[in-house]
């Protein structure tokens, strides 16, 4: 009987090369063609993997398996991670060696085929920043958010659900994406600068009319 992803990763823990290998076997085509799917790149994709393998074979523990002893599931997200990683590294590498016009030119040829995966990658960075701004609220403000903005609740929806009054739910509501929207507007300034936090994080709140 095969042993399950969990049972696998304890054995690598240990350092077990036969366990290691049969869990190589079991993910590496799909976690190829995973990573060949969003870079379009063999080269990329041959280094994405190199570095994912090694890293699981020095700390298997990154990996975590669901209540049945999979792991595909958060594998996959791991991965992608990495592979957005690897990707952001190889853009910011090409904007060092790069005059401006020389990008220009490049961009316009199209080799910059990793761009819209960076926007994910920003996209998901914005989310981390929300989820941390949110986790700071008062338990009813979290939920008035996740009623109105995670399940898309309407106003009404919410106020029978909580027992207050939509006027109240709707000023609240507000405030709360103001808030929020200043966190992340202030975690951008910080890390990043204020030219990226007007490019990405703008957009976050489009949910709010």
């Given amino acids: 009987m095969d042993q399950s992803d969990q049972e696998l990763l304890r054995r690598i823990e240990g350092k077990d090369p036969k366990a290691f290998r049969e869990f190589y076997e079991r993910y590496a085509r799909l976690l190829y063609e995973w990573a060949y799917n969003r870079t379009k790149d063999m080269e990329a994709t041959h280094e994405i993997?190199?570095?994912f393998w090694e890293a699981i074979w020095l700390t298997p523990s990154v990996i975590k398996a669901d209540e049945e002893g999979c792991a595909k599931n958060f594998l996959l997200r791991y991965y992608?991670?990495?592979?957005l990683d690897y990707i952001k590294a190889r853009?910011?590498?090409?904007?060092?060696?790069l005059s401006e016009r020389?990008?220009?030119t490049l961009a316009e040829n199209d080799d910059l085929s990793y761009s819209h995966i960076l926007e994910e990658y920003q996209a998901k960075e914005i989310h981390r920043l929300m989820d941390r701004a949110?986790?700071?609220?008062?338990e009813t403000a979290r939920e008035i958010f996740h009623l109105?903005?995670?399940?898309?609740?309407?106003?009404?929806e919410v106020a029978a659900r909580l027992g207050l009054k939509e006027k109240e739910i709707y000023n609240r509501y507000h405030r709360l994406l103001q808030y929020i929207r200043g966190k992340i507007a202030k975690a951008y300034i910080e890390v990043e600068g204020s030219s990226r936090k007007e490019s990405s994080g703008i957009h976050l709140f489009r949910q709010e009319s």
């Fill in 102 to 104: 020389d990008f220009a």
């Fill in 134 to 138: 949110v986790a700071e609220l008062p």
């Fill in 148 to 156: 109105r903005w995670e399940l898309n609740y309407s106003t009404s």
């Fill in 80 to 83: 992608t991670f990495r592979i």
């Fill in 49 to 51: 993997a190199q570095s």
């Fill in 91 to 97: 853009q910011n590498e090409l904007c060092e060696r």
